[in-house]
């Protein structure tokens, strides 16, 4: 089972993907000891032009400033 920390760690990450442009919906997200792994793909939703590889990055820096969040592994194939 799961720790509690980790599946509030899972959460804010979704959350904050919530907040953007980005499909995630073939993305997988898992949480263990801190450390948060983001694989399958994600790509821009349609309409939006972006970098997503930066976008990416830039959401991994915010996550490690989270509490719970100790490092952001990001393991996506990611679609233009």
Do not use: N, Y
Request: charged content about 35%; aromatic content about 2%; hydrophobic content about 40%.
């Amino acid at each position: 089972m799961p720790r509690p920390e980790d599946m509030e760690a899972a959460k804010t990450v979704r959350k904050e993907f919530a907040r953007r442009p980005i499909d995630t919906s073939l993305m997988m997200v898992t949480s263990a000891h801190g450390v948060v792994r983001l694989g399958g793909q994600v790509k821009a939703m349609r309409g939006h032009e972006m970098d997503l590889r930066s976008e990416m990055e830039l959401i991994a820096k915010i996550l490690k400033q989270r509490p719970g969040i100790r490092d952001v592994v990001i393991e996506c194939i990611m679609r233009e």
